[in-house]
């Protein structure tokens, strides 16, 4: 007899609206992540993160990935609320430096544009602990697309 799996299963269903806000990005993947948009405005992005088990890594502390995608979605999202309606961005780097594991709580991720131009922006942000330590930085260069959602033609 085969022992159940503590794996999450894949849920193609759309969240609850009771689970959570409104997310102003619809995104399904950090929903399922768990993100709260904290607060947005143009060049600025703040999101929190409350810490459970689907976040840690084989060593029981907060996977890389989980703080990466924190700060690219926080990166992004200060890049895309700078942009005129209907604009989007693409991330083309994000070179991120761990400073401490963490192991519970709730943690925020702060994004900032730093510069801009017609074509690419570079933006610059931290995941911080409950205590203001910082976990992580990160800094980015994003794409500018004149869609937000490109068709598949326009990815070529």
Known sequence: MSKPSDAPTADTSPPSPRARKP???GDWFTDWMGVE???DEPGLRRIALTLTPKHMSRAN???GGVLFTLLDTA???AVVHSLERGKGCATLELKINYFRPIQHGRIV???RLVN???STAYAEGEVRNEEGKVLAKASGTFFITDTLVQSERARL
Do not use: D
Request: aromatic share 6%; glycine share 16%.
């Open 37 to 39: 948009y904290l607060h």
């Open 109 to 111: 991720a702060e994004g």
């Open 23 to 25: 997310r102003p990005s």
């Open 61 to 63: 502390r907060v996977h």
């Open 116 to 118: 801009r131009t017609r």
């Open 75 to 77: 990166l992004g999202g």
